[in-house]
Structure formats: structure tokens, C-alpha cells
């Protein structure tokens, strides 16, 4: 990936994460800047540039400093933080700003801890044991519908005897 390509795909994620933090809808963003909800869809997917101009109103628009939108870049995690924007993807759409903001944190504080794992075997056994128990979880209940599932399948099995 070029160097113009990685600081646009940073740009990106930090104005995503910008919105997200605010808790703000992308139709609300383009409200304040002046565009349709369907140009910062654009922006925060890497699939239009955004000028100076621009970026200096969704600067103002969220209430950041223009250096909030390369904060990172340069860093250790800023690959990993360009890599979220991909892993946002995975948010069901029906989330919360709020949850997946702390979502969002949840799987930048996992990667920092995974990618320090020197030994790749033992990365091998914790994706396994990811997968195991995202299989064992219940779908989650929509919002609003009463009590959660029992989590275990011990638990579910007691509750019908």
C-alpha cells in the first residue's frame, strides 16, 4: 500500500471513530457539514479522498483538532488501527454508537495482546478457542425482549429439568 493510500485510509478510520465517539449517525455528520449522509459513507470507507477543505469542516463539525484525524500514524499500532476500519465491517448494523465504540476498543485492546504473543502456535490455540466459544454463545436476543439465554450448555440443560 502506497504511503498517500495508508495516511487516507488512517484519515478514514479516524473520522469514523471521530463520529462514533460523538455518537453521532453519519446523516447527522453530513447535516453539519453539508453533504449527503452518502458522501461521508464515502469518506469513512476510503472510497472518496477528503480535501483540506473538508477536513478542516468535519474537524469543526465534530469539535476536533485537524491533528485528531493523524493521530497515530506514525506509531506502532497505527497498521492496527487502519486495520479496524475492515473489522468495523463485522458490527451488526443494529449497534449502538455506544457499543461499538466499546466494541471497537474491546478488539483494539485484543490485538495489541495478540500480536505480542511471540509463539504462533499459541496464537493458533487462542483463535481456536475463540471460535469454540463464539460457537457455544446463544444469537443474541434482540434488544428489549426479555431475559438473555443461558450462556452454557450446562445451564441450558439444568433449566429444563
Not at 24 to 44: C, F, N, T
Not at 53 to 65: I, T, Y
Not at 127 to 148: C, E, N, Q, R, V
Amino acid at each position: 500500500m502506497s504511503e498517500d493510500a495508508r495516511v487516507a485510509r488512517h484519515v478514514a478510520a479516524r473520522l469514523r471513530l471521530g463520529r462514533i465517539l460523538r455518537d453521532l449517525r453519519q446523516s447527522d455528520l453530513a447535516e453539519r457539514v453539508g453533504v449527503l449522509p452518502q458522501q461521508i459513507h464515502k469518506y469513512e470507507s476510503g472510497l472518496s479522498r477528503i480535501t483540506i477543505e473538508r477536513l478542516h469542516a468535519l474537524s469543526d463539525a465534530l469539535g476536533v483538532p485537524i491533528g485528531f484525524f493523524f493521530e497515530g500514524l506514525h506509531d506502532a499500532d497505527g497498521a492496527a488501527r487502519a486495520a479496524f476500519s475492515e473489522l468495523e465491517t463485522m458490527v451488526p448494523e443494529d449497534t449502538s454508537a455506544v457499543e461499538t465504540t466499546l466494541l471497537y476498543q474491546e478488539m483494539q485492546d485484543l490485538c495489541r495482546a495478540f500480536s505480542r504473543i511471540p509463539v504462533p502456535e499459541v496464537r493458533q490455540q487462542i483463535i481456536s478457542l475463540a471460535k469454540t466459544l463464539s460457537d457455544d454463545l446463544p444469537p443474541p436476543a434482540p434488544k428489549g425482549s426479555g431475559p438473555a439465554e443461558p450462556v452454557h450448555k450446562e445451564e441450558a440443560e439444568a433449566g429444563t429439568s
